[in-house]
């Protein structure tokens, strides 16, 4: 079982910056890839960005690319989303979530573990 708590949502204005944490605790972190997914009001779920469990590759929604930056550390069992130019649009529930059976997935049905999200907010 692996437990995930995001922090760093909130209010900012468009054009503005904002970065994310998750913290894993439970299991190796390591061992998942890890994404973030988000949910506009109204809006199904969907997905962010994504890093494989060492770093190695990452994978973006076309939505946030150039703007948004996944990262992790190991050793803090942490992932982040360094989201800038932030926009109107990019309002919404954020969530990460970790993958065990690292596949690098765009696809909620393949995560297994979710955190309880946290509110971003962009005001015009």
């Known amino acids: 079982q692996v437990q995930l708590v995001e922090s760093g949502g909130g209010l900012v204005q468009a054009g503005g910056s904002l970065r994310l944490s998750c913290v894993a605790s439970?299991?190796?972190?390591?061992?998942?890839?890890m994404a973030w997914f988000r949910q506009a009001p109204g809006k199904e779920r969907e997905f962010v960005a994504v890093?494989?469990?060492?770093?190695?590759?990452?994978s973006y929604a076309d939505s946030v690319k150039g703007r948004f930056t996944i990262s992790r550390d190991n050793a803090k069992n942490t992932v982040y989303l360094q989201m800038n130019s932030l926009k109107v649009e990019d309002t919404a529930v954020y969530y990460c979530?970790?993958?065990?059976?690292?596949?690098?997935?765009?696809?909620?049905?393949?995560?297994?573990?979710w955190g309880q999200g946290t509110q971003v907010t962009i005001s015009s």
């Open positions: 439970g299991r190796t972190f390591s061992n998942y890839h």
């Open positions: 979530a970790a993958d065990r059976d690292r596949r690098n997935s765009e696809l909620e049905s393949e995560y297994d573990y």
């Open positions: 890093m494989s469990s060492i770093g190695v590759r990452t």
